[in-house]
């Protein structure tokens, strides 16, 4: 259901099949159980935050002491953007420390979400330390690649450098993989992105 979902928006923008998808998944598995597999490593990080657009509830319920080391670092994220999308950028900032808090020395696993943590801190170096993508690593796997150099043009976006996120997007999308323009016109990520004239450039150049 996660690579379904993936695949109808990186086709065609169709986001609302795309989360039609995970609610499909979350009643033949259970709602609760649903999100809990999509907290693990096998779901790409996009997808992951298509649960706030259906599952937010169960999020909210969900016990960090119930969860594997693993799915509480993308429980943890999933809360601080919960928070970040309502406005409360103090608020964030809790379970991005308890994140920081959890993965402790143990941090090459779980690098690019401590990256993401620190910019809900707004700590803009040591997020850029844990997110940035060295260019030879597309050699080492094409497809982890383009999703985290767009996790870091996400960490950008967190620490309000808007400049960078686009470069950072353009070189993503630039590259073979399954994140398309229509990815990113259809996530809730990039909106405030949207009324940047680059944002249109970017359309311009990787549209059909």
Do not use: C
């Amino acid at each position: 259901y996660s690579h379904l979902a993936e695949a109808l928006i990186g086709r065609d923008g169709a986001i609302d099949d795309a989360l039609k998808a995970l609610e499909e998944g979350g009643d033949v598995l259970g709602r609760t159980e649903f999100v809990r597999r999509m907290l693990s490593g096998q779901s790409p990080w996009g997808n992951k935050m298509l649960l706030l657009d259906v599952f937010a509830e169960e999020i909210e319920e969900l016990d960090l002491d119930s969860l594997t080391l693993e799915q509480s670092i993308y429980y943890l994220i999933l809360r601080a953007e919960q928070y970040w999308r309502l406005g409360d950028k103090d608020l964030a900032k809790a379970p991005a420390e308890t994140l920081l808090e959890l993965a402790g020395r143990n941090v090459a696993p779980y690098g690019r979400q401590v990256g993401l943590a620190y910019a809900y801190l707004g700590q803009g170096r040591e997020a850029v330390q844990y997110l940035a993508v060295p260019p030879e690593q597309i050699n080492t796997n094409a497809r982890t690649y383009q999703h985290f150099v767009v996790m870091e043009a996400y960490g950008q976006v967190l620490l309000g450098n808007q400049d960078a996120a686009f470069e950072r997007l353009d070189h993503a999308l630039s590259v073979p993989g399954p994140i398309s323009i229509e990815t990113i016109l259809a996530s809730p990520l990039w909106l405030e992105l949207q009324s940047n004239s680059k944002f249109q450039s970017l359309i311009n150049k990787y549209g059909d």
